[in-house]
């Protein structure tokens, strides 16, 4: 079994910034598993599809972004403490959205959710004009 847990959401204005938190656990993140192992964010707000914000391969630390949020997020990791962060700099009220945190492992780079195995509960942010 594999488990993430997110944290961090919250209000926020525009142009403003929220760190989100994401740590992993569990055998299927402890075993060889990990090794191929890739940890993602996604974003879903009322009436949209949930859509790929970020991903980061932990092997090597190559990343992925939306073109909605290059340029203004930033994922990264903290391998001793089994976390991932999103850093969200100069918020929009679009980026506003349950953003979930999710594990996975194989191909990269991991661009679609069904690529992810493991989801967080999500974390709201609400970033406010």
């Known amino acids: 079994q594999g488990h993430v847990a997110e944290s961090g959401g919250g209000s926020v204005q525009a142009g403003g910034s929220v760190r989100l938190s994401c740590e992993a656990s569990?055998?299927?993140?402890?075993?060889?598993?990990?090794?191929?192992?890739?940890m993602g964010w996604f974003r879903h707000a009322p009436g949209n599809e949930r859509e790929a914000v970020a991903a980061?391969?932990?092997?090597?630390?190559?990343?992925l972004y939306s073109e909605l949020v290059k340029g203004r997020f930033t994922i990264s990791q903290d391998n001793a403490k089994n976390t991932v962060y999103l850093q969200m700099s100069s918020l929009k009220s679009e980026d506003t959205a349950m953003y979930y945190c999710?594990?996975?492992?194989?191909?990269?780079?991991?661009?679609?959710?069904?690529?992810?195995?493991?989801w967080g509960q999500g974390t709201q942010v609400t970033v406010s004009a």
């Open positions: 999710a594990i996975g492992a194989g191909r990269w780079p991991a661009t679609s959710k069904d690529d992810f195995t493991y």
């Open positions: 569990g055998d299927k993140y402890s075993t060889p598993y990990s090794r191929r192992t890739y």
């Open positions: 980061i391969y932990l092997p090597s630390g190559g990343t």
